[in-house]
């Protein structure tokens, strides 16, 4: 037998301000029509002043750990993926861990923007597979509206905040994927294509905190053909193949590059969890969220075969399978 990581709860948070198309376009040169077309929005939540993506991250985890019925002092590691911490240092993670009460183990972040939640699923995983942890909080936390030039229509249309979270447990398995829990997880970068998606100014570069800059066409044809790929990879890892897939929850960036990875993949659009239209790209916190929403909902059910996947500034990209 061994270990795996069996996925026992998932919360999710939004702040409560909502952000319509209609007000965007009386901000800036857009209109509703133009952004639903491009990109299938029509809102996203926006974090209060004063509302920090620890406080976000915290409230998605009280929800998961309800839902998993597990307190946070059998937490053994918080795994935070966030591009936008608190602070610069210390992790955001270990205000959540202090605010938890959580006195054993260790709480940090992960930055792999919006592939962040798969790289952090990615390493809660092994820590468990190996035995250095029983249970593991993974969340995905933003404030992206904290990075955006609002007179930027090409950006400033496209994010919101947000946060989502998942409680994993250790269980045991045959190693086949007919085993309850994550099947696997595949993560990739490609340091080259900086300059595509990125937040100008840092602190070793300006000292100042920069804006989203992003090459929107060549973003969405990597998006395309990374996303493809790296499913397929996870896919053939496990003896699987797309007619096997009952939910693909994929990050939640753009309508028209979840179409189109769909349709790469030959799979039914109806098996495609789509939050986008109500919560924008929220980054790293996108997939939890949606994952929560089709969970909360009753869309996915123990034994269906529930594929994530995402693409972020790097670029990053990943993939994780789970039979729920």
């Not at 918080?78 to 183990?105: C, Y």
């Not at 300006?206 to 998006?223: I, K």
């Not at 499913?231 to 590059?257: K, Y």
Request: glycine share 8%.
């Amino acid at each position: 037998m061994i270990r795996r990581s069996v996925v026992v709860g998932c919360g999710a948070y939004l702040p409560e301000r909502i952000v319509t198309n209609a007000e965007l376009a009386s901000r800036i040169d857009t209109s509703d029509e133009w952004i639903t077309q491009r990109t299938g929005i029509k809102l996203r939540h926006i974090a209060a002043e004063g509302e920090k993506t620890s406080d976000l991250a915290l409230a998605a985890a009280r929800h998961a750990l309800a839902a998993a019925n597990v307190p946070a002092d059998e937490v053994d590691i918080i795994v935070l993926a966030t591009s936008t911490p608190d602070q610069t240092f210390p992790a955001s993670a270990t205000r959540v861990q202090a605010a938890l009460e959580m006195k054993n183990g260790a709480a940090f972040d992960v930055q792999a923007v919006c592939s962040g939640f798969i790289y952090a699923l990615n390493i809660a995983d092994n820590f468990i597979r190996v035995g250095q942890a029983r249970t593991a909080l993974v969340i995905g936390a933003e404030t992206f509206s904290r990075l955006l030039d609002w007179t930027d229509r090409t950006t400033c249309v496209l994010f919101g905040d947000g946060a989502g979270a998942v409680v994993l447990r250790a269980g045991e398995g045959t190693g086949s994927s007919a085993d309850r829990g994550i099947l696997s997880s595949h993560i990739h970068s490609d340091g080259r294509q900086h300059d595509m998606l990125y937040v100008d100014g840092g602190p070793s570069s300006t000292g100042t905190v920069g804006h989203v800059r992003m090459s929107g066409r060549e973003v969405f044809r990597h998006a395309v053909v990374n996303m493809a790929s790296v499913i397929g990879e996870a896919l053939a890892a496990n003896g699987l193949t797309a007619a096997d897939i009952d939910w693909l929850v994929p990050h939640q960036a753009n309508r028209r590059i979840l179409d189109s990875t769909a349709q790469k993949l030959n799979l039914d659009p109806r098996k495609v969890v789509v939050t986008v239209d109500h919560h924008a790209n929220t980054s790293a916190a996108s997939i939890p969220l949606a994952l929560s929403e089709a969970v909360a909902d009753g869309r996915i059910r123990p034994g269906q075969i529930v594929v994530m996947e995402a693409m972020g500034g790097g670029f990053t990209w990943g993939a994780t399978i789970v039979r729920w």
